[in-house]
């Protein structure tokens, strides 16, 4: 049998071997989905609507927000539906659609994470010259390369994947169509698939990480010579809500994608993925939120304002 006979669509097998674990994840999925978007959209219209927060630093978070609510929903909707029944299946177009919103999505909120810490770096190290390098024009040309970079990622990746030959393996075992599961099921050997599955994540996940190490050591080297305990804190609390952000997603990436041939555990893909799919996207906004006294003061005057 040749590549067309999954023309038709794909099984994604994701949890069925456990119907009970099926029901129980169905529910928190859906939970945490639900406070997912509630969270996301609270962020994005906080930061439109207050005009203290008309900033760099909360422009790029709106733009954060927005992904995390666009790579959320190119995949869990599809989730529920497989664990709400029997049906696991996924047409073909489907599967390709999500797998090119997935590589998109992720690509850009790597490079996006690299552009916020150059924000932080900036506002830190260069504080008088801040509104002047951080021009709108600036910010919008940086949003645009991180978005630009996931289009490319996906562009590239999307169709060598989707192309492999399957000889009629059209049994995906994962709860969603991820480069490393379609890879799993080729029927060719996939060396150079994989080469060069390796070769852009060292571009798109290692060279953003990279920077944001190399400007998180400039900033803590400028907070530790700040003489005002109210200034390192204030620095601290707004550097540490982005670097635990940028730990969540960046070790789940790395481990998932710098290795796509790796041996690990099925379940421990699956469960990764979903972590970074699903419980990254719903932290967001709570740790941003909740180490934030700007977007804290600008919800009480919303709601007061209501």
Not at 120 to 130: D, E, G, M, Q, W
Not at 205 to 228: E, F, G, T
Not at 234 to 242: D, R, V
């Amino acid at each position: 049998m040749t590549n067309q006979s999954c023309q038709e669509g794909f099984i994604l097998l994701g949890f069925s071997d456990r119907p009970k674990l099926e029901q129980i994840l169905f529910v928190f999925v859906l939970l945490f989905y639900l406070v997912t978007l509630l969270g996301n959209v609270v962020i994005i219209l906080v930061a439109r609507l207050d005009p203290s927060l008309h900033t760099p630093m909360y422009f790029f978070l709106t733009n954060l927000s927005f992904l995390d609510l666009c790579f959320t929903t190119s995949s869990i909707p599809q989730l529920l539906f497989n664990l709400g029944g029997p049906d696991k299946t996924i047409s073909y177009v489907g599967c390709a659609i999500q797998l090119f919103m997935f590589l998109g999505l992720g690509g850009t909120e790597c490079v996006l994470l690299a552009v916020m810490a150059y924000d932080r770096f900036t506002a830190i190290c260069n504080p008088l010259h801040y509104s002047v390098l951080m021009h709108p024009q600036l910010c919008w040309k940086l949003v645009s390369v991180a978005w630009g970079v996931g289009l490319l990622n996906s562009l590239v990746m999307s169709p060598v994947t989707m192309k492999l030959p399957r000889c009629g393996r059209c049994r995906v075992k994962h709860f969603l169509c991820e480069m490393p599961a379609l890879i799993k099921i080729a029927c060719v050997d996939t060396v150079a698939v994989e080469s060069t599955v390796f070769i852009l994540s060292v571009i798109i996940v290692l060279v953003p990480l990279s920077l944001i190490l190399i400007s998180y050591n400039y900033i803590a080297l400028a907070v530790l010579r700040m003489k005002s305990s109210a200034g390192r804190r204030k620095a601290f609390n707004t550097c540490g809500s982005h670097l635990t952000v940028v730990s969540l997603f960046y070790g789940n990436i790395i481990y998932m994608y710098m290795q796509p041939g790796n041996n690990s555990s099925q379940d421990q893909g699956k469960f990764l993925t979903l972590f970074y799919n699903l419980v990254t996207p719903m932290l967001n906004p709570v740790i941003y939120t909740l180490r934030n006294k700007d977007v804290n003061g600008a919800l009480r005057r919303l709601v007061s304002r209501k």
